[in-house]
């Protein structure tokens, strides 16, 4: 990547990591950057492209796992992917959570990133969207029930992943990996078992009889 480039984008990240996006101006990205304000013009249209940018790369490790991820198809057990990729997507999302949120609040910078996602195609829908792929695989593999449906699944797991980074950032909860590790493990425990109680089979022979009668 070019140097100036990658340059712009770690002084525009700093800058909302220090001031926020309301402080956020092209001048003070160029002053940080120590560039001309020009050449981020040379490089991006405008400021919604590079909090884009900064967004993406802090997505970066969430994107290649994802894309690793049919590698893994009937490898070790289904619950230790998904806890490798949800673990990955947690902490992408930690860092990016503030910014994200800051975006939210600007209608006319909201408005110009949806336009931005849409023309590159991507956006939490097509990370979603992967994963379903995958869980349909090892759903064929018969490694997962045959009354899941993999689009469902594969948001639940997603927005547990992203709700638990927003909810640690509001905290100021400092991202320690082994106790995300243990949260996340157990939110694919409790997907993979399901809700409906597990009946022994005398008692589902006797229960699918008095559905009948």
Known sequence: MNENRQNIICATERLLQTHGLARLTMREIAREAKVAEGLIYH??????????????????????????????????T?????????????????EIVPIVCSVFADHQLRARMREIMKEREVGPQHAIDGLAVYLAAEQRLGRMA???????????????????????????????????????????????AGLEPRLPAKQKTTFKKSQKS
Not at 49 to 67: F, S, Y
Not at 79 to 85: A, F, T
């Open 43 to 76: 490089h991006f249209k405008d400021k919604a492209e590079l909090i884009h940018e900064v967004v993406e790369q802090r997505m970066h490790d969430a994107k290649n796992v994802l894309q690793n991820l049919p590698l893994q198809v009937g490898l070790r």
């Open 78 to 94: 289904l619950s230790e992917n998904l806890e490798e990729v949800l673990s990955v997507v947690y902490r992408s999302h930690y």
């Open 146 to 192: 045959e009354t899941v449906i993999p689009q469902a699944a594969a948001k639940c797991l997603w927005m547990i992943s992203i709700q638990t980074a927003m909810d640690d950032q509001l905290m100021e909860q400092k991202p320690d990996a082994a106790r995300i590790r243990q949260e996340i493990r157990q939110y694919v425990q409790t997907i993979m």
